[in-house]
């Protein structure tokens, strides 16, 4: 069965462009989770969704990042008026369960967006 | 802080076993340890998790302390394909739920020698 996926899998944008990056998960997947892994850096939480309801976005950098699931499948993750330090991977991940402990995340290969 | 302690990198001989080790002093009770590893150009591959008890799985063992402030994730014969970072995870479970949340490290990064 096919597994996650992401596109665009590199995306460049100038400073001040928007862009909108998409996560097809695993089909019936429940939970989706997008990251963000800066070069060297282990991969940081960004927000989550359960069905087509964000739970947390706690992770969002700024009021410049925004994401959506609605109607529990597809996911896409926008980002308004790019700066360079939205540079990096930006990853989706997505588990079968929901609630105590999902257990295995299954993830993408990542975006990786450049703004130059 | 809800990061865990790993080693910056770590060598090994191809067939030998390694045993990565990984200090989450500050973990409650509810708290799961999980094990992803992540190689070049991928996304993270999930490894192994764990509460309290050991556990195995087809890739990996997990040994875990008794007092849960450290754990071991054990890969019984290397190979080459197993060079990667590896990270340790605690996944917060406060209130005795959770939707799975990682915080990830900086990981340990595995060398594997033919």
């Known amino acids: 069965g096919a597994g996650v996926s992401q596109s665009p899998r590199y995306k460049v944008a100038k400073r001040g462009q928007d862009v909108a990056l998409r996560c097809d998960p695993i089909s019936g997947h429940v939970s989706l989770f997008w990251y963000q892994q800066a070069l060297g850096q282990g991969p940081e939480f960004l927000t989550y969704f359960q069905n087509e309801a964000q739970l947390d976005k706690s992770g969002l950098p700024s009021d410049r990042f925004f994401a959506e699931r609605p109607e529990g499948s597809v996911s896409t993750l926008k980002i308004q008026r790019t700066q360079q330090e939205d540079s990096a991977v930006y990853l989706c991940a997505s588990s079968l369960a929901s609630g105590a402990s999902v257990g295995e995340q299954y993830f993408g290969p990542g975006t990786r967006l450049t703004v130059t | 802080d809800a990061k865990t302690t790993q080693p910056n990198s770590m060598e090994s001989n191809e067939e030998e076993p390694v045993h990565l080790p990984c200090n989450h002093s500050t973990i409650s009770g509810t708290d799961y340890i999980h094990w992803y590893r992540q190689l070049p150009s991928q996304g993270p591959e999930y490894v192994i998790h764990?509460?309290?008890s050991n556990v195995n799985n087809r890739m990996a063992s997990l040994a875990i302390a008794e007092d849960r402030k450290s754990s071991t994730l054990i890969l019984h014969r290397a190979t080459l394909r197993d060079a990667a970072v590896y990270y340790c995870?605690?996944?917060?479970?406060?209130?005795?739920?959770?939707?799975?949340?990682?915080?990830f490290g900086q990981g340990t990064i595995l060398t594997v020698h033919p």
């Open positions: 764990g509460l309290t």
């Open positions: 995870i605690r996944e917060a479970n406060a209130g005795g739920t959770s939707y799975g949340k990682l915080t």
